[in-house]
């Protein structure tokens, strides 16, 4: 039962364009969202967080944005670049349950093309 | 920046035999964690550690076993591998404290095959 759903293995975006991708959770206990980035060959790389409490969460080109009631999360990327073209994966925390155990979800390819 | 390193990268290996994936860390972190991933699938927390002499199994089942004898050092050990163990390792650890945005940074992984 995959708690953390990415639905979009892929993602084609043009540089300069937005690059929207998205992420549904099922638990009601997630509380701490994070996304991170991968290149191949390497780990993840921690991008974004937000916590509950907020809706929004902005760091330069990237924004998070939580929607609690649909149970829905999305990263917007803007302006997209091509050096942004990685995999993105999803990760949910029930931090206020004393855990630091996150659930990941499948992930999201992005390229980002000239 | 996070210096968190594992090696090997890349292990093909055949049936049957031990190997010990390391995982070395210079941050002085505390917590440290083991993910398992396959091609296109999520990552999963195999075995956890809280500390020296502390470790912890996983969401995913796992035959492998951990050792955290030093902060510094946390190396995954499969006594006899097998096929089904062929996927990607990841290696984490985290950055102390309970604030909002403290989060985990991962090593580059080791990619094992057994044939």
């Known amino acids: 039962d995959q708690q953390v759903k990415q639905n979009s293995p892929s993602l084609s975006v043009q540089e300069g364009r937005i690059s929207i991708l998205n992420c549904d959770y099922t638990?009601?206990?997630?509380?701490?969202f994070l996304w991170y980035k991968k290149y191949p060959a390497e780990g993840p790389t921690f991008l974004i967080s937000i916590s509950s409490i907020k809706d929004k969460n902005e760091d330069g080109r990237f924004t998070v944005f939580l929607n609690k009631s649909a149970k829905h999360l999305s990263l917007h990327i803007v302006p997209s670049q091509p050096g942004d073209s990685a995999v993105y994966f999803c990760a949910a925390s029930p931090r206020s349950y004393n855990t630091d155990k996150l659930i990941f979800g499948t992930g999201t390819r992005l390229q980002v093309f000239p | 920046e996070a210096d968190i390193y594992q090696t090997p990268r890349y292990l093909v290996i055949g049936t049957g035999k031990k190997i010990t994936l390391e995982c070395s860390q210079t941050?002085?972190?505390?917590?440290m964690y083991w993910y398992q991933q396959d091609p296109g699938m999520e990552l999963h927390l195999i075995h956890y550690?809280?500390?020296?002499?502390?470790?912890e199994k996983g969401d995913l089942s796992s035959e492998s076993t951990v050792s955290r004898i030093r902060t510094e050092h946390f190396p995954l050990t499969l006594e006899s591998a097998r096929p089904s163990h062929t996927s990607q390792y990841l290696c984490?650890?985290?950055?102390?404290?309970?604030?909002?945005?403290?989060?985990?940074?991962f090593g580059p992984g080791t990619r094992l095959t057994v044939l």
């Open positions: 941050m002085g972190h505390d917590k």
């Open positions: 550690s809280y500390g020296v002499n502390s470790t």
């Open positions: 638990n009601s206990m997630f509380d701490y």
């Open positions: 984490a650890s985290r950055t102390p404290g309970t604030v909002v945005g403290d989060t985990q940074y």
